[in-house]
């Protein structure tokens, strides 16, 4: 049986397919139609759509949505938090807090904003179809091909797309991973579950204007406003022993109460808001050297799945899109796609790796408990400049970290 072979107008050379119509891969196709590029990005659910609730957007993230005309909106839909605040859950006592005004963004060039995803990922996908996108849904790629003249991914349906290059952008449990990489996921042992609720009732004492992280051994609670402020984001985490266990039956809700029960009552508070209808087991992978094969290149989740910690999945997904965008602009005549995959993995895997792997470790400073507990108040209540643990994240440009890649500082998880 004849099937329909689909793709964008223009020649070969210029033609793209992102597999995954989330953040990452909306991203990516809008850096590349910037670049002129034809690019097809099909999602196998019926409808483009985000689930879950609030993103940080750190400056090197808002750097770049900056540069693509669309701060503006962001700002008008987002929140721009006064200070990232860290506190001890066990005895409300503020331990660091890093002011995000002023100095802040004179130092890194942009603002630190939080956004509901949903609003972040409506954002992208009207920019793409006003940079004529093409966007297909209900696509699930069943088997992707590749020859020296470029790709053929065929879906469930029989419909056939060609292209010169296709990117994965399928987010933590990527397909196209399983057939570059072969890895599985990592679980951390956490849970999450996540609510939002009107800020009006919430008390006027409880930090509204700033990004505030309640940790506690073994758990940790996130709050800040979204949407214009008109409601307060909480996520409550905390390792759930049969989740490690592998147990079907693990991080009930009635386990998220007995964890939070002996913390601070504005953390007992927070705690209340957030829903018990679902829960979300939290994973990443090993950093990987290779994301790619051929024609073939893994962006966002799929390539560099990360724990929330350092709130740099989004912010990351980013940076892939704007080094590819870059790398594509720094081709003279046709675009040579097998040295733009090249490329784009060799400046992108150290960065992503170094993320990954120090998100990990800031978790496990978050969830200290005992004697490291109070070791760490001790040391977070003498530091003077954060900056110096920041730096390495927000300053600099993608651009510039494709001339010139810069280690992050030492820090090992042992």
């Given at each position: 049986?004849?099937?329909?072979?689909?793709?964008?107008?223009?020649?070969?050379?210029?033609?793209?397919?992102?597999v995954?119509?989330?953040?990452?891969?909306?991203?990516?196709?809008?850096?590349?139609?910037?670049?002129?590029?034809?690019?097809?990005?099909?999602?196998?659910?019926?409808?483009?759509?985000?689930?879950?609730?609030?993103?940080?957007?750190?400056?090197?993230?808002?750097?770049?949505?900056?540069?693509?005309?669309?701060?503006?909106?962001v700002?008008?839909?987002?929140?721009?938090?006064?200070?990232l605040?860290?506190?001890?859950?066990?005895?409300?006592?503020?331990?660091?807090?890093?002011?995000?005004?002023?100095?802040?963004?004179?130092?890194?060039?942009?603002p630190?904003?939080?956004?509901?995803?949903?609003?972040?990922?409506?954002?992208?996908?009207?920019?793409?179809?006003?940079?004529?996108?093409?966007?297909?849904?209900?696509?699930?790629?069943?088997?992707?091909?590749?020859?020296?003249?470029?790709?053929?991914?065929?879906?469930?349906?029989?419909?056939?797309?060609?292209?010169?290059?296709?990117?994965?952008?399928?987010?933590?449990?990527?397909?196209l991973?399983?057939?570059i990489?072969?890895?599985?996921?990592?679980?951390?042992?956490?849970?999450?579950?996540?609510?939002?609720?009107?800020?009006?009732?919430?008390?006027?004492?409880?930090?509204?204007?700033d990004?505030?992280c309640?940790?506690?051994?073994?758990?940790?609670?996130?709050?800040?406003?979204?949407?214009?402020?008109?409601?307060?984001?909480?996520?409550a985490?905390?390792?759930?022993?049969?989740?490690?266990?592998?147990?079907?039956?693990?991080?009930?809700?009635?386990?998220?109460?007995?964890?939070?029960?002996?913390?601070?009552?504005?953390?007992?508070?927070?705690?209340?808001?957030?829903?018990?209808?679902?829960?979300?087991?939290?994973f990443?992978?090993?950093?990987?050297?290779?994301?790619?094969?051929?024609?073939?290149?893994?962006?966002?989740?799929?390539?560099?799945?990360?724990?929330?910690?350092?709130?740099?999945?989004?912010?990351?997904?980013?940076e892939?899109?704007?080094?590819?965008e870059?790398?594509?602009?720094?081709?003279?005549?046709?675009?040579?796609?097998l040295?733009?995959v090249?490329?784009?993995?060799?400046?992108?895997?150290?960065?992503?790796a170094?993320?990954?792997?120090?998100?990990?470790?800031?978790?496990?400073?978050?969830?200290?408990?005992?004697?490291?507990?109070?070791?760490?108040?001790?040391?977070?209540?003498?530091?003077?400049?954060?900056?110096?643990?920041?730096?390495?994240?927000?300053?600099?440009?993608?651009?510039?970290?494709l001339?010139?890649?810069?280690?992050?500082?030492?820090?090992?998880?042992?």
């Amino acid at each position: 049986m004849d099937h329909d072979v689909v793709f964008p107008t223009g020649t070969t050379a210029d033609k793209t397919l992102i597999v995954g119509g989330g953040i990452s891969g909306l991203a990516a196709a809008l850096a590349l139609r910037r670049q002129g590029k034809d690019v097809t990005v099909v999602e196998q659910a019926p409808e483009f759509g985000e689930i879950g609730a609030g993103l940080q957007l750190g400056p090197n993230a808002t750097r770049i949505l900056d540069g693509w005309g669309l701060l503006d909106q962001v700002r008008d839909v987002g929140v721009e938090p006064g200070r990232l605040v860290l506190k001890d859950a066990v005895t409300g006592d503020e331990l660091a807090a890093l002011d995000l005004r002023g100095s802040f963004r004179e130092r890194y060039g942009a603002p630190y904003v939080v956004i509901h995803r949903t609003d972040l990922h409506s954002i992208l996908l009207e920019a793409c179809r006003a940079a004529g996108v093409e966007l297909a849904t209900a696509t699930r790629i069943a088997q992707v091909s590749q020859d020296d003249a470029g790709t053929v991914a065929r879906a469930d349906d029989g419909r056939v797309f060609e292209a010169a290059v296709t990117l994965g952008a399928d987010g933590l449990r990527s397909a196209l991973r399983d057939t570059i990489v072969g890895d599985e996921v990592v679980p951390s042992g956490f849970v999450a579950y996540r609510g939002t609720v009107p800020t009006h009732e919430v008390p006027e004492e409880s930090g509204l204007d700033d990004v505030v992280c309640w940790v506690a051994p073994d758990a940790h609670v996130v709050q800040y406003r979204l949407r214009g402020g008109s409601v307060l984001n909480v996520v409550a985490t905390f390792r759930s022993p049969g989740f490690a266990r592998g147990e079907a039956d693990y991080g009930t809700p009635d386990e998220l109460e007995a964890v939070f029960a002996a913390c601070h009552p504005r953390v007992r508070e927070a705690v209340s808001h957030v829903g018990r209808q679902r829960r979300w087991p939290l994973f990443d992978r090993e950093p990987a050297a290779r994301w790619s094969d051929g024609r073939v290149v893994l962006v966002g989740d799929a390539a560099h799945p990360m724990l929330q910690y350092l709130a740099q999945g989004c912010c990351q997904a980013l940076e892939d899109a704007q080094a590819l965008e870059l790398l594509v602009a720094q081709q003279d005549g046709p675009t040579d796609w097998l040295a733009v995959v090249r490329e784009l993995v060799a400046a992108r895997a150290d960065r992503t790796a170094q993320v990954q792997q120090r998100a990990r470790v800031f978790g496990d400073v978050c969830h200290a408990g005992g004697a490291a507990r109070l070791l760490r108040n001790a040391l977070l209540a003498h530091a003077e400049d954060l900056t110096e643990y920041t730096d390495w994240l927000y300053a600099g440009t993608v651009a510039e970290r494709l001339a010139t890649p810069a280690p992050a500082p030492a820090l090992s998880r042992a």
